[in-house]
């Protein structure tokens, strides 16, 4: 079961390229700078980094291309 710092430092590698580039350069210290415990830092260590380039890109380009979403009182105002 992973933590909420876990997830946030992950989160965190997905969007952030300055940390991330800090990361892969240093894994175990960036993830021990992190709070991440040592099991957690262990399992991040291990993320390939490919996947993890991949992945951000992937989630930038969603990022970029989303249309912005209406809020609810625009569709129901129908703006």
Known sequence: MTT???E?????LYVDDA????????PAGEAARAGLDPDE???LAEVDAVD???A????????AGAPRR?????RLLGR
Request: aromatic residues 14%; glycine residues 2%.
């Open 19 to 26: 940390f991330r580039r800090s990361f892969l350069a240093d």
């Open 4 to 6: 909420a710092r876990f």
């Open 41 to 43: 830092a262990r399992a």
């Open 52 to 54: 993890l380039e991949m």
């Open 8 to 12: 946030a430092v992950l989160a965190r």
């Open 70 to 74: 209406r809020g609810w009182l625009e």
């Open 56 to 63: 951000a890109r992937s989630f930038a380009h969603k990022r």
